[in-house]
């Protein structure tokens, strides 16, 4: 894995999220497109959490004390039990925009990392630490697709949504 370009993608997605989250109004923040889907909120929140307990904490793990258990997880059940939904967005962000910033610059002080160093995880089986910052990025991209549409969800919602078929379609 290429650690210049992972610390590139990271610092650019954490942009992208922050665009897409600020200039919201707190209705729109908490706003929900059905009681199974997220708000805009919810991503913030869950992508803070992810950033403190999964990611930089795994990869560490990882590098450190390979085939050692993660510690576990419940980025779903987080939602409700954390209360995600009843928090202030420009709080949220401005913490996950510091542990992103953290987390680059630990990334950036590593030296010489082995990216073949292996360990299980419980459900997606044995990941080099390599795959393991791969999908840290993806699981950026994954967010700002769903903050995107989020967006679209919204807009549709303000105005005639057949009048945004001219736009083309979703």
């Known amino acids: 894995m290429d650690l210049v370009y992972s610390l590139t993608r990271l610092t650019q997605n954490a942009e992208a999220i922050a665009a897409l989250a600020r200039g919201v109004t707190s209705e729109q923040a908490c706003w929900k497109p059905s009681a199974e889907e997220w708000s805009i909120?919810?991503?913030?929140?869950?992508?803070?959490?992810?950033?403190?307990e999964d990611f930089r904490q795994r990869l560490d793990l990882m590098r450190q004390r390979a085939?050692?258990?993660?510690?576990p997880i419940h980025?779903?059940?987080w939602v409700t039990e954390r209360a995600y939904n009843q928090r202030e967005l420009d709080p949220m962000l401005a913490a996950?925009?510091?542990e992103r910033h953290?987390?680059?610059?630990?990334?950036?002080?590593?030296?010489?990392?082995?990216?073949?160093?292996?360990?299980?995880?419980?459900?997606?089986?044995?990941?080099?630490a390599g795959v393991m910052l791969g999908a840290w990025i993806a699981h950026d991209h994954?967010?700002?697709?769903?903050?995107?549409?989020?967006?679209?969800?919204?807009?549709?919602?303000?105005?005639?949504?057949q009048s945004l078929e001219y736009a083309g379609g979703w």
């Open 102 to 128: 953290r987390s680059l610059e630990w990334l950036g002080a590593l030296s010489r990392p082995d990216w073949s160093a292996l360990n299980a995880h419980p459900v997606a089986g044995v990941m080099s």
């Open 41 to 52: 909120l919810e991503v913030v929140c869950h992508l803070y959490d992810e950033e403190c």
């Open 142 to 161: 994954l967010h700002i697709r769903q903050l995107n549409h989020l967006h679209w969800q919204w807009l549709a919602g303000q105005v005639d949504p």
């Open 67 to 71: 085939n050692t258990d993660w510690p």
């Open 75 to 77: 980025p779903q059940q």
């Open 96 to 98: 996950f925009l510091e």
